[in-house]
Nanobody
């Protein structure tokens, strides 16, 4: 089992950058597929990015490709989401997620979730 705690959210102007962090508990975190999701007010939660633990391949939703980068530091049990060229439409609560299945990058089904961190992008 793993517990996830996000940090790094905040208020930023359009065009700016933020780096979200997700600290995980658990000795075998390196064998978890990890992902980031977001939920804007009045909208359903949507997939943002994921990284498969088997080969570190990455997946992104089209709207963030070229602007966001998911990465991980297994020695620190931490996952990151570097967000550049932020837009007002990126405003949402961002959630970190983890799952033991490599296929989670495709199914978008994750068993473990953090509490979320707010990202607000002003125009």
């Amino acid at each position: 089992q793993v517990q996830l705690v996000e940090s790094g959210g905040g208020l930023v102007q359009a065009g700016g950058s933020l780096r979200l962090s997700c600290a995980a508990s658990g000795r075998t975190f390196s064998r978890y597929t990890v992902g980031w999701f977001r939920q804007a007010p009045g909208k359903e939660r949507e997939f943002v990015a994921a990284m498969k633990w088997t080969d570190s391949s990455t997946y992104y939703t089209d709207s963030v490709k070229g602007r966001f980068t998911i990465s991980r530091n297994n020695a620190k049990n931490t996952v990151y989401l570097q967000m550049n060229s932020l837009k007002p439409e990126d405003t949402a609560v961002y959630y970190c997620a983890a799952d033991t299945s490599p296929n989670a990058v495709v199914t978008r089904e994750f068993d473990y979730w953090g509490q979320g961190t707010q990202v607000t992008v002003s125009s």
